[in-house]
């Protein structure tokens, strides 16, 4: 169970000057704890410390902050059915999706860990003509500064992760703002946190009111703004930031292409597109959202992804048994549910699912849906997959592309040249062939193009935004 109320941390320290944000059970609805708000003055003393612990975490050894992340390793596995428990509650997932966050928490600081003491420099050679002769370059890594981060609800802890545990490994002081949907799950690690050797100052996690997020945006000692959530807010914020570097992980309807030759393997395709379209109810940025499959094998596709989806089992997130929790919350499902109905009047086919009870939508698989559709064209962000027959391959990587995002796509080909055209071709951050676009590595460079975003997420590709290179040249002689 969760704690009766939670405080805020700043400057590593936990604070409980009040509990004004309420976290609810999102299977029940019902408010199970408090949290700690910050206010303004809160996050002004937050930045503030952040900027005078600069200069002490530029000057921890690597080998110091290594062992800080794996404190919080050894820490996470430690507690890891108490965060499961907690990313159950608030954020509605089943509690196998649950556990397997946080073994993805584990492991992302692991990374993190082992980039720790990679970090170093590279001798240039300068004597490319007469007149460098004598000249050698050498380039080092040094920390950005202060760094702001914003995360959102569906991965209250990875998304997070992904986040805090490349500015430990790369020297950077942060303030963090977690959804104030999941709120706990980020403040349970800050705890952990609480218990390192970081130099005061290293690290603030507040959640904050809208009205007082102004300076995790705005404010110029900040140098690096890195933010996870929906596309409009995203570029917005950029907007908004000024000088300081700016990473965006935003929105994606991704796709998934099926080939003709798959047509021997279907079960395992089916499976994945299933588990890539309806894992955590769709919550998720690559989450499968369009199948384009060979007219071939269409129907026999069809009928197993069909199968798969009413074989979910939706409940409360806390049975063993349950495959498909709710949304994050009723609203969510209502617009989903809206577009569905939209889809359905411009002639499109429920093959199973639609219903919603609360929060809780049912695995929904659609086709005919119209190219234009707000079900097609907009990020669902749920339990609904859509279902198209193609006839000519390089149309199927047209259609892929006929969209504002451009997050992952997924691939299921076994045919070498058509996997390296889709890599040409596709106007994406990532193709994934053989699988879903769902895929995801912790240490691979993650992130989207076009409206989907700008920047790259993995542990070593964020370090290296988190950081910049510094030159020396010497002169010999």
């Not at 570097?245 to 393997?265: F, T, W």
Request: aromatic share 6%; hydrophobic share 45%; proline share 5%.
């Amino acid at each position: 169970m969760l704690a009766e109320r939670y405080p805020y941390y700043l400057a590593n320290r936990p604070r409980q000057p009040n509990a004004g944000l309420a976290v609810t059970d999102k299977y029940s609805g019902e408010v199970v704890t408090r949290v700690a708000v910050a206010d303004a003055a809160a996050v002004e003393e937050a930045i503030a410390a952040a900027v005078r612990a600069a200069g002490p975490m530029r000057r921890m050894a690597p080998y110091a902050r290594q062992q800080v992340l794996e404190h919080c390793v050894r820490r996470f596995q430690e507690r890891a059915e108490e965060f499961a428990l907690a990313l159950c509650i608030e954020a509605g997932k089943p509690l196998r999706d649950a556990r397997a966050e946080v073994t993805r928490l584990i492991e992302t600081f692991k990374a993190a860990a082992e980039e720790a003491v990679r970090g170093g420099g590279e001798v240039l050679n300068l004597e490319v003509s007469q007149r460098t002769e004598g000249y050698r370059g050498f380039t080092q890594r040094v920390p950005v500064g202060p760094c702001s981060f914003i995360t959102p609800f569906n991965f209250p802890l990875n998304l997070v992760a992904h986040k805090v545990a490349p500015a430990i490994a790369a020297g950077c002081p942060f303030v963090l703002k977690p959804s104030d949907r999941t709120p706990v799950s980020a403040l349970l690690m800050a705890e952990v946190l609480a218990e390192t050797a970081l130099p005061e100052g290293a690290f603030s996690v507040l959640p904050t009111r809208l009205e007082d997020v102004g300076p995790f945006i705005e404010d110029d000692r900040l140098k690096l703004l890195s933010f996870t959530g929906s596309e409009k807010v995203g570029w917005d914020l950029k907007a908004r930031a000024g000088r300081k570097k700016v990473v965006l992980e935003l929105g994606g309807n991704a796709a998934c292409v099926v080939d003709a030759d798959q047509a021997g393997r279907l079960d395992f395709v089916a499976d994945r597109i299933a588990q890539g379209a309806f894992f955590q109810a769709g919550q998720s940025c690559i989450s499968v959202q369009r199948v384009l499959a060979h007219e071939s094998l269409y129907d026999a596709l069809r009928e197993r992804i069909v199968t798969r989806a009413r074989a979910l089992r939706a409940g409360n997130p806390r049975d063993e048994s349950t495959t498909l929790g709710p949304l994050i919350d009723e609203p969510a499902a209502r617009r989903l549910e809206g577009w569905i109905k939209q889809a359905v009047e411009r002639g499109a086919r429920v093959l199973t699912g639609g219903g919603r009870r609360g929060a809780l939508l049912e695995a929904t698989v659609l086709e005919g849906v119209p190219e234009d559709a707000s079900l097609c064209v907009e990020e669902a962000f749920g339990p609904v997959v859509l279902l198209q027959p193609f006839r000519d391959f390089d149309d199927a990587l047209r259609q892929v592309n006929d969209s504002r995002y451009g997050l992952q796509a997924g691939l299921f080909t076994q045919d070498l040249s058509r996997a390296m055209r889709a890599w040409d071709e596709l106007e994406v951050g990532g193709v994934v062939v053989g699988d879903v676009p769902s895929f995801r590595v912790d240490t691979m460079p993650y992130g989207g193009v076009k409206g989907s975003g700008l920047g790259r997420e993995g542990v070593k590709y964020a370090m290296d935004d988190m950081t910049e290179l510094r030159l020396l040249v010497l002169r010999q002689g």
